[in-house]
């Protein structure tokens, strides 16, 4: 009760000495390991309202398992909430997109930096976005034309950059590990190292009873296997050698540790958990090796042994010099997200990096446009094949444009009787000869880079998406409105559309449409 008394008499000086008044109605107290009556007492004195436990901090859930549902309703709640106020009939695929990664996958970031997140977590957040994305909801349900693992891709992989939100959230607390080893002079790290065993307990400890569920599931991820390839670029540069374990640790300018590299001799050795200091020692400012091993070597292990010794007498013992962590996935040598988060996608990535893609995501095109090509470049717009591929009933599957083959998109955009000439007359302008691929990235590698494209890429492939879409636009108004197909219509209509995205996007550009349209030859060539 005197401490009560002092507390209230040092908030009582800091009013009289700064002239400030403290609100205690709105400040709470709470108190763990004393009777309920008590603390009822004690916040009666103050004048206060007393804490429940669980309660909030900085909006963060204290007193909780990191698995409950009270940490994680009220992010879905704030999902569903963002998306209730915007209208889905309004935005482009382009917008959706932007939203998605610019808002949606921001909100998580507190959380997912401290918690784990729970997998069923995941799944309905990443449900909220795929039906946000494609249009549907809880009372209608939509196709979701590309696997949500493809979405999540990189750019450059094919996919479009969405977050994944549960390597994100194993990029985000990975570094709570790297701090444990990289600045384990930190005031909250020597707390973690005396409660749990930090960065050691990490690698080699067990779960005790009375260990909290936040360390428990730091050590789980450490040794999940999808973070081998964290691990293998957290590398330690030696100096005096006292933080680094000889054998487990990884010191090696491969990424790699002695126990994987030389398992074999570490089977039979008798230092199996020291670390490097006391490995050997120092005589006369010069460090010698003193290894010892359970039994003599057999004939076939001297080439190993030999090769184990030139390695380790490669590296430079210092006394007085910390050893220090080094992440090798950034130029600054720093752990940082951003390139955490890169390796765990590219470590899973079932597609390598394709040049239509690099070159699509630099265009100066707006979002929508790229999405579409996106798309495009997958076959995943709803053509009447491809709503036919997935049971969707079509009464004519036959390309509604001149109606003499199934409508696959390399037929309507690039084969057809109505859309070729479009194409062949844009060859005369890039001055191409040849026969084009009826896949639509290959068509698109072909058309932008296959015939000498030069500084002319960029306009090239603006030209090709901007014929793509107008085509696709024109389609749609002969299915829906009943507008007939002019291909003189949607060319004129395509140049504008590209001549647009020429003015807005190209330092510089400052031709008028009727001189840009006339001299096509000399834009393009």
């Known amino acids: 009760w005197e401490n009560v008394v002092v507390l209230k008499s040092m908030l009582r000086g800091f009013e009289m000495a700064s002239g400030l008044k403290i609100n205690f109605a709105k400040s709470q107290i709470g108190v763990v390991g004393v009777q309920a009556s008590w603390i009822q007492e004690v916040a009666q004195f103050l004048n206060c309202r007393q804490m429940d436990i669980p309660f909030h901090y900085l909006g963060m859930p204290i007193g909780i398992k990191s698995s409950s549902r009270v940490v994680w309703e009220p992010m879905i709640s704030k999902f569903e909430a963002k998306l209730s106020k915007w209208n889905q009939k309004n935005l482009s695929m382009g917008a959706k997109v932007t939203l998605i990664k610019s808002v949606l996958n921001a909100l998580p970031i507190y959380l997912l930096s401290f918690f784990k997140i729970p997998q069923r977590i995941v799944d309905k957040l990443?449900?909220?976005?795929?039906?946000?994305?494609?249009?549907?909801?809880?009372?209608?349900?939509?196709?979701?034309?590309?696997?949500?693992?493809?979405?999540?891709?990189?750019?450059?992989?094919?996919?479009?950059?969405?977050?994944?939100?549960?390597?994100?959230?194993?990029?985000?607390?990975?570094?709570?590990?790297?701090?444990?080893?990289?600045?384990?002079?930190?005031?909250?790290?020597?707390?973690?190292?005396?409660?749990?065993?930090?960065?050691?307990?990490?690698?080699s400890g067990r779960d005790k009873a009375w260990h909290s569920q936040w360390w428990k599931?730091?050590?789980?991820?450490?040794?999940?296997?999808?973070?081998?390839?964290?691990?293998?670029?957290?590398?330690?540069?030696?100096?005096?050698?006292?933080?680094?374990?000889?054998?487990?640790?990884?010191?090696?300018?491969?990424?790699?540790?002695?126990?994987?590299k030389y398992n074999q001799l570490f089977m039979i050795s008798r230092q199996q958990n020291l670390s490097i200091s006391n490995m050997g020692k120092f005589s006369h400012n010069l460090w010698s090796w003193d290894l010892k091993w359970r039994r003599r070597l057999f004939d076939h292990e001297y080439e190993m042994a030999v090769a184990f010794m030139e390695e380790i007498s490669d590296i430079s013992i210092q006394q007085q010099v910390q050893d220090?962590?080094?992440?090798?996935?950034?130029?600054?040598?720093?752990?940082?997200?951003?390139?955490?988060?890169?390796?765990?996608?590219?470590?899973?990535?079932?597609?390598p990096s394709r040049r239509n893609f690099q070159i699509l995501w630099q265009l100066k095109i707006p979002p929508r446009a790229a999405v579409f090509s996106w798309r495009l470049f997958r076959d995943r717009l709803p053509t009447r094949a491809n709503l036919s591929r997935r049971n969707i009933p079509i009464q004519d599957i036959m390309c509604p444009l001149f109606?003499?083959?199934?409508?696959?998109?390399?037929?309507?955009?690039?084969?057809?009787?109505?859309?070729?000439?479009?194409?062949?007359?844009?060859?005369?302008?890039?001055?191409?000869i040849g026969a084009f691929s009826a896949d639509p990235a290959n068509h698109f590698i072909q058309f932008c880079d296959g015939f000498g494209a030069g500084r002319n890429l960029s306009r090239r492939g603006g030209w090709w998406i901007a014929l793509s879409i107008t085509i696709w636009q024109h389609r749609n108004s002969l299915l829906f409105h009943g507008i007939p197909f002019e291909p003189q219509k949607v060319l004129d209509d395509a140049l504008i559309l590209a001549w647009s995205w020429l003015k807005c996007g190209e330092k510089g550009f400052n031709t008028s449409f009727n001189h840009w349209s006339t001299n096509l030859m000399m834009a393009f060539g």
Not at 154 to 174: V, W, Y
Not at 409 to 431: D, N, P, V, Y
């Open 403 to 432: 109606g003499c083959q199934h409508e696959e998109a390399g037929h309507l955009f690039f084969h057809c009787k109505m859309t070729r000439g479009l194409w062949w007359e844009s060859m005369c302008w890039i001055q191409a």
């Open 217 to 260: 599931d730091l050590r789980r991820l450490y040794h999940q296997p999808d973070f081998n390839i964290i691990q293998q670029n957290m590398i330690w540069k030696v100096g005096c050698g006292d933080q680094i374990k000889f054998w487990q640790d990884s010191w090696l300018s491969e990424g790699c540790n002695l126990q994987q």
């Open 126 to 203: 990443v449900s909220l976005q795929r039906n946000f994305m494609w249009g549907g909801n809880q009372h209608h349900k939509r196709i979701s034309w590309v696997k949500w693992d493809v979405i999540c891709l990189p750019k450059n992989e094919g996919g479009l950059g969405i977050k994944d939100l549960a390597k994100f959230n194993a990029a985000l607390r990975g570094r709570w590990i790297w701090d444990l080893a990289a600045n384990h002079n930190q005031f909250w790290a020597r707390v973690l190292i005396s409660k749990y065993g930090g960065w050691a307990d990490l690698q």
């Open 324 to 351: 220090k962590m080094l992440w090798k996935a950034d130029s600054s040598g720093v752990y940082s997200t951003k390139s955490a988060y890169r390796l765990l996608m590219s470590s899973n990535s079932p597609f």
